[in-house]
């Protein structure tokens, strides 16, 4: 199929060259733009001339109407579709036969690998994403992060970048210390893990029970700062508490990941990392990079870039969050040097990410061009806002669990418990479903409430509804290994079979996905892959409703549909794993 387009597109250009005044650069086929007609009506390609326009000094429905002899007397174009010149465009009527033919051989035979690309072969990408604290478990608002940052990177790969999904756990500071007060207040010696208690869930308890305590204890707040001194100097008992709490919160979050089908391949850690940025800071000081205030305090002048200026190291040489991330980056690419660095991280911090990559540049580090922020807006309740130390956040585990007890429920009330086999298991997933779907299908760097009951519709634009549709499609696969399916297993997959109009728009809809991969990973825009979903499964309901699969007029229609009914399915397996949502063969 592709090679039917490159075709088209090397005539178009080389008729365009001889078109040109003599001394002209030739026209190459990178620079013929290529949509799809908004009407199939008016063809299958459309190639828009408004950019040849100055250089021919001709309109650009001149332009095609002078095209059009040049492209029909070619030879190379014969058998490879009709065209036709409309307004400034030149479109094209693909021969549906030979194109159904190439897009159906082409999505079964490569199957699990359809839809992967080669475009970003030899690419270097690392990802981070999640950046909890230890002080609490995961919340909505991770949830989003994460399913962005997985999502990115596994849409990433398939558009054949070497991805590495990295983490960076912030385990130290005074809201790690306050967990560790509330602790030695109200902890009585518990340990969570030996009372069946979640432990980051516990560990987030001890945050709020500060928050509640500070409120009538004013010095709290005081004595917090003083643990965190101690911890900076190393006080053992101190550091004991912190190892302890840091590790049963990072045991629960990991459960919360695995749960999610989140993974990294490496974590980093704010207490191995925020000395190497002090170590920077004063190198730059030496070298007249930065300045120091009477206090001993360090800065970085900012008006060049529009702000003011920025603190960096304390007066009394404790770092701020800033010289973590300058270390942090100079650490990763020493040890995966990468061509980008996604940064999936809030909206609320584009400030930071753009005085980071300015102090980068003015450091000296070449790379500091491959840095790049993916800002994404704050994902919130009907009811408001969230506050961890109020104890009013979501936490990530409740909300799935509560999607999955929603989703048994309807599982329950349409007596489906025996056909789906582990109605838990399938629950779970269909949870996983909506929660990401629905997380994924906002623009990423606009704000969104999440609403859990529509999320969880099988109706409309959501996650359950994609699954179902390939419950669907994997139940009429089952059914043409027996007795229904004969007709079909006795004919002949014939594509030029496939003629009408719903047939040929769902297979110019399976063809794009390899495109919506690539311009997804481009973008960074995980919300292309659940849009492409959304139209798949509306296209196929379509075909399922008009077009007779198992039991259509005779044996070779029966097997064409069926074959076509395949590659949707490959399909639909495919996207679904790049936006998180678990495919399911019985529903």
């Known amino acids: 199929m592709n090679d039917i387009r490159l075709l088209w597109k090397e005539s178009i250009a080389r008729a365009l060259t001889s078109m040109q005044p003599e001394g002209a650069e030739a026209v190459t086929a990178e620079r013929i733009a290529m949509e799809t007609p908004p009407d199939p009506t008016l063809g299958d390609l ?19 109407t002078e095209l059009l002899p040049k492209l029909q007397a070619d030879s190379a174009l014969k058998g490879k579709g009709e065209v036709k010149a409309v307004g400034p465009y030149i479109n094209v009527f693909l021969p549906k036969g030979e194109t159904a033919a190439q897009i159906l051989n082409a999505i079964i035979s490569g199957n699990e690998n359809y839809g992967k690309t080669t475009t970003l072969a030899g690419k270097k990408i690392m990802v981070e994403f999640s950046s909890p604290n230890t002080n609490k478990p995961l919340h909505l608002g991770h949830l989003r992060n994460d399913a962005i940052g997985e999502s990115l990177s596994r849409i990433l790969q398939f558009s054949g970048a070497d991805v590495y999904k990295t983490n960076i756990i912030n385990d130290r500071g005074v809201h790690i210390c306050k967990s560790m007060l509330a602790y030695k207040l109200f902890g009585n010696g518990i340990d969570p893990v030996k009372e069946g208690i979640k432990p980051d869930k516990f560990v987030g308890d001890m945050y709020v029970q500060f928050h509640k305590y500070s409120k009538d204890h004013p010095e709290a707040e005081d004595d917090a700062q003083e643990m965190l001194r101690k911890w900076e100097a190393g006080d053992p008992e101190t550091m004991q508490l912190w190892k302890t709490m840091n590790g049963w919160a990072l045991q629960g979050i990991q459960q919360t990941y695995s749960r999610t089908g989140v993974s990294f391949d490496k974590l980093f850690f704010e207490s191995d990392v925020f000395r190497k940025g002090r170590d920077e800071i004063m190198e730059g000081l030496k070298k007249g990079i930065f300045y120091k205030d009477e206090d001993g305090s360090i800065w970085v002048d900012l008006k060049s870039i529009g702000f003011e200026k920025k603190l960096l190291l304390r007066g009394d040489g404790t770092s701020v969050y800033i010289t973590q991330d300058i270390g942090l980056a100079i650490t990763r690419h020493g040890e995966w040097p990468f061509d980008k660095l996604i940064y999936v991280v809030g909206n609320e911090q584009i400030y930071h990410f753009k005085v980071l990559f300015y102090i980068m540049k003015l450091l000296g580090y070449d790379w500091y061009t491959g840095l790049y922020h993916l800002a994404y807006g704050m994902v919130n309740l009907p009811e408001g806002k969230m506050k961890s130390r109020e104890g009013t956040v979501v936490d990530a585990d409740d909300l799935i669990t509560e999607l999955k007890n929603s989703a048994l429920k309807e599982i329950a009330s349409k007596g489906r418990e025996d056909a789906v086999g582990n109605p838990e298991e399938v629950a779970e997933k269909v949870a996983l479903g909506a929660l990401h779907y629905f997380l994924l299908q906002v623009d990423t760097i606009k704000d969104m409430l999440f609403n859990a009951s529509e999320s969880l519709s099988f109706n409309g634009n959501t996650g359950p509804y994609i699954q179902y549709m390939g419950a669907r499609i994997s139940s009429i696969l089952r059914k043409a290994d027996t007795e229904e399916g004969k007709k079909a297993k006795t004919g002949v997959c014939k594509p030029e079979l496939l003629s009408s109009d719903i047939e040929w728009e769902l297979l110019k809809k399976l063809e794009e996905f390899p495109a919506q991969v690539d311009k997804a990973a481009a973008q960074y825009a995980p919300m292309l892959i659940t849009s492409y979903l959304y139209d798949l499964c509306k296209l196929f309901s379509r075909f399922y409703h008009d077009c007779p699969i198992l039991g259509a007029e005779n044996a070779d229609v029966a097997a064409t549909r069926l074959a076509l009914a395949k590659a949707v399915y490959i399909v639909l ?9 678990p495919f399911l063969e019985v529903m």
């Open 46 to 64: 459309g190639f828009p001339l408004f950019s040849f326009a100055k250089v021919l000094r001709s309109a650009p429905a001149k332009i095609a």
């Open 573 to 581: 397996k495919n996207a679904t794993g790049l936006v998180i949502v």
